[in-house]
């Protein structure tokens, strides 16, 4: 089955740096899609980041120049990392992608900015 786990999250100060990992398992990672997603408390879920099979990447406008999303499909894990950071990009990260028309999550990983 498919499996999404995330690490990497804690707390950094303001204009710090922190690298989101998420080891994908259950399916043939090279073929999928892979995105990066936040919610922070009392808010709507948020599409972060995403990567195609082929490398192509998209951004929301609040973290472009900042982030980087990345994949090592020979490790089956995509990254985000995550540079000059701000307050409001404190909240829950989760991995996630869509196979078979059927959205996979992961079960999140905490990141606090805060001095």
């Known amino acids: 089955q498919v499996q999404l786990v995330e690490s990497g999250g804690g707390l950094v100060q303001p204009g710090g740096s922190l690298k989101l990992s998420c080891l994908a398992s259950g399916f043939t990672f090279p073929f999928y899609a892979m995105k990066w997603h936040r919610q922070a408390p009392g808010k709507e879920r948020e599409l972060v980041a995403t990567?195609?099979?082929?490398?192509?990447?998209n951004y929301a406008d609040s973290v472009k120049g900042r982030f980087t999303i990345s994949r090592d499909n020979a490790k089956n894990t995509v990254y985000l990392q995550m540079n000059s950071l701000k307050p409001e990009d404190t909240a829950m990260y989760y991995c996630?992608?869509?196979?078979?028309?059927?959205?996979?999550w992961g079960q999140g990983t905490q990141v606090t900015v805060s001095s």
């Open positions: 990567i195609g099979i082929d490398g192509s990447t």
């Open positions: 996630n992608t869509r196979k078979s028309g059927r959205d996979y």
